[in-house]
């Protein structure tokens, strides 16, 4: 029985998302979700979405939180062209955006996970390199 390794070799790069993936692409998926993704079930949408996106699922913990930006990725490389913020180093977008962010319930990050997930309009801070967003850093409201 002879198997072609190939097959299993893609499945393999695709389950764990990060073979050949750069810092901002592993960025891109784990954080934007533009236009925002319209769930049969809206109060899945986190469940759903860090499934699909490859965040969470089998033999892997359950992230204790994560946010989706609703924006287009331009508004977030945008940030990066922002000056740094002095006590951290992170850069943040110039305007709020919409976002939902999503926290595990409960203290078990074991599979399967349940997420709360709550809606927000705030400004997003990022870690950027080589000019765009490779880490998701905290979201914040801006003072009126």
């Known amino acids: ?3 072609d390794p190939c097959p299993l070799g893609t499945a393999r790069a695709t389950l764990a ?24 079930a809206a109060h899945r949408y ?9 965040v969470t699922g089998p033999g892997r913990p359950c992230k204790p939180s994560n946010t989706f ?3 287009p990725p ?3 490389v945008a940030a990066c062209s922002q000056a740094p ?3 951290t180093g992170f ?7 919409s976002l939902t962010m999503c926290r595990l319930r409960g203290g078990d990050t074991r599979p399967p996970c349940n997420y709360r997930a709550r809606q927000a309009q705030q400004h997003v801070r990022v870690a950027c390199r080589d000019g765009l ?7 914040y409201t801006a003072p009126q």
Do not use: I, N, W
């Open 1 to 3: 029985l002879l198997l």
């Open 17 to 40: 998302g990060a073979e050949g993936e750069t810092r901002y692409e592993k960025f891109l998926r784990q954080h934007v979700d533009s236009p925002r993704t319209s769930t049969l």
């Open 46 to 54: 986190c469940e759903t979405m860090l499934a699909r996106r490859r």
């Open 69 to 71: 930006v609703h924006a």
């Open 74 to 76: 331009a508004e977030l």
């Open 85 to 87: 913020d002095p006590a």
């Open 91 to 97: 850069q943040s977008t110039p305007s709020a955006l």
């Open 133 to 139: 967003p490779v880490h998701l850093a905290g979201t």
